[in-house]
RNA sequence: GGUCCCGUAGCUCAACUGGAUAGAGCAGCUGACUUCUAAUCAGCAGGUUGCAGGUUCGAGUCCUGCCGGGAUCACCA
C-alpha cells in the first residue's frame, strides 16, 4: 500500500460525508494532493485539500481543515494530526504504517511501486528514428536512452506502450547512400574508387556493405542503368543499415517492438497513407493552395515566392500553414509525418510520445497540430526534446572534427564507459536541460559519480546478507523467514527516516510516469541511496543499530527484512531505467 | 525579426506541475576510517530563484514586458 495514496482516498471520503455537494464534483475533488512535506517536522503527510477547496466549498480553509482533522478522530493509524500555515493539515502516522512498507516490498517484489490499476488506453513511444545512412552518434544516444526509460517507466506503471522506430527511407539521402554503397561495391570488385565524391557518404561502414553486395550480385549491377541498380540496391543496403542500427541500439540494451518504414506511407492504398491522409484532410477543409509569407529573417532574393499545397495548421496552432507537396510535385516530409500521425491515431494510440534532438524544437507545434488535426483532437501528441549533450574529457570539451568525417559513435561511447553508466548520467537530468557528460568524471568510483553510487548502495545490501551468512549462518534468511520478521521492532528514529524514503516509492514512480519524466526516477534511487548510505554509517556511531546483531536474532531478521526491501526498491527503479545492480562492485 | 528551451549557492543540478523556512552533490572549512559497516557519513558556511510588474490565501513554478545564453526558422530529411 502506498500511504499517501491511501490517505488521499481516506481524506476524500471524509469529504464527501462532510460536504456531500462534493460528491458530483469530481473535477474539484481532483485538485488537492497529500504530499510529503518539504519540512520533516511538520510530519509524514501533508495535505491541501482545505485550501484548495475553500472556494467550492465558501468556507474558510481554517473551518475547513478543522472539520476534516475532526474527521479523523480514532483513525488507528494517525499518530498526530495538526494544521498549519494558511490551512494545511499535517499527519504524523504510527510505525506501523512505514513499518508495512518492507513487508510490502519484499511481498511484491519485482512488481512493488506498480500502480494497482493499469490506466486506459495505448501509448506509442517513438524514439531513436535516426536516418539509416550510418552508424548511430552520441546525438542520437541521450534520445535513445530517454525514450527507452520512458517507455519502460509507463510498461512498469501498466500503460500499454509500443516501443517504436520511424525508418526514414523514402528521401533523397537514401539515393545518397545506395550510389555511396555502389561505389564501395565497385570498390570491392576491384576498382580504384580513389577519394570519395563530396555529396557521397564516405564513412567505412560502406566498405563490408560494398563487399555484400558484391558477394550477392557479382558484377550484374555494373551493366544496369541508373533506376534499376538503384532499385536493386536500396533494400538490400537499407536493410544493412537497419540491421547496423539495431545492433547498436543493442548495445545499450534498446529493442523496439516496430520499425515502420516511410516508404510504406508513399505507396497506395493500405490505409492511412499519405495520399489518403490528404485527400482526407481535404474533405476537412484543411488543405488549400495559397503561398507563405517570407520569415522576417529572410530577404527577399533567397525567397521564392510560389504558391503551393497548404495544411492549415494554425487552426491548430502552429505559427504558420505548412507546405504539403514539393515544387516537384512529390511529397514533403511533413506530409509524410501527418501520415504517420494518422497511422498511428487509426492504430489506436490516442497518447502518441515522439521523442526528439535539440535541433527539432521547432517541431514541437507543428507535431501537435497534426496530431490533433488527424485525430479529431481525440489523440495527444507529447513532443518530449532532448537537449544536447557535451562531451568532456577532464572538464575540457572533447572535440570531434567534423571535417574528417569522425565523430563519437553511440558504440563507442558504450564501449568506453559502459551501458550502466552511458544510460544513468543520460536520465539523470532533465530532459530539456543540456547535459555535459565527462568521461575522466563518470568512470570514477566516488561519490561525485551518481551511477557508481546507487549501485554501491545495492551492492552494500547485498554485503548486509553476505555479513549475515558467515557470521550468523544459523540464522534463516530465505524470504518466509523475512516474511515472519517482527517489524515493529524498526522504530528508531533513523530508521522511521529511511522507511519513510522507501515508503515514497510507489507515487514517485507513478508520477514520473504521468509527467513523461524518467529522470525523477534517476533522482529518487539516488536518494535512496542516500538515505541508505546514511543508515549505514549509523551503525558505526551507534553499534546496535548495525544489521547484524550477534547477541539477537529477531532484531537482525528485521533489519535485514528492511535491508532487502531496500534492494528491492532500488533494483525496481534501476530496472526502469535499463540499469543493472550489481550485487558486488569490483 | 518569429518560435521554442534555458537562466536557482562559486560550479553542476533538483524542487513531486501552485504549497510552508528554495534543497542535494562538488569545491571550501570541522570531525569520524583495520576499505564491502569510510568507494561512506555527520556538521559549518554559502540565496533578493536574471530584472520589473501582474494573477491569489500562497509564485522558482502561471501571465505580461524586458535582459542574457542556446536552438531553430518555405521547398532537405
Known sequence: MDAFAVFRNRVEEKLINLYPELSDNKAALSRFVVEPPRDASHGDLSCNAAMVLSKTLKSNPRAIADSIVAAFEGDPQVANIEIAGPGFINFTLTPDVWQSVIADANEQGADYGRPAVAPVGKVNVEYVSANPTGPLHVGHTRGAVFGDALASLMAFCRYEITREYYINDAGGQITVLANSAYLRYCQALGDDIGEIPAGLYPGKYLIPVGKALAEQFGDKLKSMDDAEREATIRPVVLEKMMDMVRADLEKLGIKHDKFFSESTLHGGGNGGDIKETLDWLREQGLVYQGTLEAPKGKTPEEWEDREQTLFKATQFGDDTDRALVKSDGSY????????????????????????????????????????????????????????????????????????????????????????????????????????????????????????????????????????????????????????????????????????????????????????????????????????????????????????????????????????????????????????????ELS
Open 332 to 583: 514533403t516530409y511533413f506530409a509524410a509525418d501527418i501520415a504517420y500521425h494518422r497511422n498511428k491515431y487509426l492504430r489506436g494510440y490516442n497518447s502518441q510520445i515522439v521523442v526528439l534532438g535539440a535541433d527539432h524544437a521547432g517541431y514541437i507545434k507543428r507535431l501537435g497540430a497534426a496530431g490533433k488535426a488527424v485525430s479529431g483532437g481525440e489523440a495527444e501528441v507529447d513532443v518530449k526534446i532532448c537537449q544536447l549533450v557535451n562531451l568532456l574529457r577532464n572538464g575540457q570539451p572533447a572535440k570531434m572534427s567534423k571535417r574528417s568525417g569522425n565523430f563519437v559513435t553511440m558504440a563507442n561511447l558504450v564501449e568506453e564507459v559502459g551501458q550502466d553508466v552511458v544510460r544513468f548520467i543520460m536520465l539523470f537530468r532533465r530532459n530539456e536541460a543540456p547535459l555535459d557528460f565527462d568521461f575522466d568524471l563518470v568512470t570514477q568510483q566516488t561519490r561525485d559519480n551518481p551511477v557508481f553510487y546507487v549501485q554501491y548502495a545495492h551492492a552494500r545490501a547485498c554485503s548486509a546478507f553476505r555479513n549475515a551468512a558467515r557470521d550468523v549462518p544459523e540464522l534463516d534468511v530465505s524470504p518466509d523467514s523475512l516474511k515472519s520478521a517482527d517489524l515493529s521492532l524498526l522504530s528508531h528514529p533513523a530508521e522511521l527516516t529511511l522507511l519513510k524514503v522507501m515508503g515514497q516509492f510507489p507515487r514517485a514512480i507513478e508520477a514520473a510516469a504521468v509527467a513523461h519524466e524518467p529522470h525523477r526516477v534517476a533522482f529518487y534511487v539516488h536518494e535512496l541511496a542516500g538515505a541508505f548510505n546514511a543508515f549505514w554509517t549509523k551503525g558505526k556511531e551507534e553499534p546496535q543499530l548495525r544489521f547484524v546483531n550477534h547477541e539477537d536474532r529477531t532484531i537482525t531478521l528485521a533489519r535485514l527484512a528492511m535491508v532487502n526491501a531496500v534492494r528491492q526498491i532500488l533494483r525496481n527503479g534501476l530496472g526502469i531505467l535499463g540499469v543493472s545492480a550489481p550485487d
